[in-house]
């Protein structure tokens, strides 16, 4: 088996679903969000999504231009062969889905303001490592636009703030983020862990498929709880008024420091872009949120 073609084709495949078509327990959640608004104009924003979606699909068309900055997220089994070659793979992988898809080329050195145009550079595409048993590659195609991520923040609060002061910033970031991250959205809440680990988390809990709640009942509670009330900020479908302002708020966390409480907010805009396969030892392919 050529481990090393495997990937690239697979992780070309996985940004092709991702910007080409939604999952669909997101289609789902923009459905139900249509049904309940009770703004017309929101109402006609939601249509409009929901129309953008189905011409995507059809044909095989990216879902928004801005096709993102690129991520992949792995779940690597600790016998899986070729492990050094997957990092590589997957950079061959975004230069063909850029030329072939296509992708807009997104990636901008900071210092020298130039582009390679293939969607790579510095750090990108990012990867991010997981290690487990098994002889299996599990990959996650992230790509995530500008828009939702110029709205992310991060705040060091004080541990007496407690998890009243967490509800209060949340809540405070999104009506800070208006219409800019392109609602309804995706919020994802990092808490604890150093500053570097809660925006991890943040960002990791907008990959938590909407259909499952959190096994959580403490934090199940506290996602109702701040969905329900950022959908009363009134923010609504791209930001002109509504009732869906976010389908859902996930939340991770890890333990913190006793003098500290780092809380990260992530958002994801409607086009929730994300694509997941698995490579098994004997090269067999399973697409896990796109059925081939």
Known sequence: MNA???????????????VTVLPEDVKNALKVAYGKESSQIGKIQLKAILKN???????????????GLISFYLEAGSEFRNLERVEGALTKAVKRATK?????????????????????????PYVHWRIVEGDHLKITAFPKGGGSENACMLRMMKPSEGLSGLKEFVVDTVIKAGGMPCPPTIIGVGVGGGANIAAELAKQ???????????NGQIAELERELLEVVNKTGIGPMGLGGDSTALAVKVEYAHRHPASFPVAVAFQCWAARKATAVICADGKVEYLTHKQ
Do not use: W, Y
């Open 205 to 215: 809990a907008l990959l938590k498929p909407l259909s499952e709640p959190n096994l």
């Open 4 to 18: 090393e073609a495997i990937i690239v084709d697979v992780a070309f495949n996985l940004l092709k679903q991702a």
């Open 53 to 67: 979606i189905e011409l995507a699909k059809e044909t095989q068309t990216p879902i928004c231009q801005d096709t």
């Open 100 to 124: 072939e898809v296509p992708l807009r080329p997104n990636t901008v050195d900071p210092f020298m303001e130039e582009n390679p145009n293939d969607n790579t550079g510095s750090h990108v």
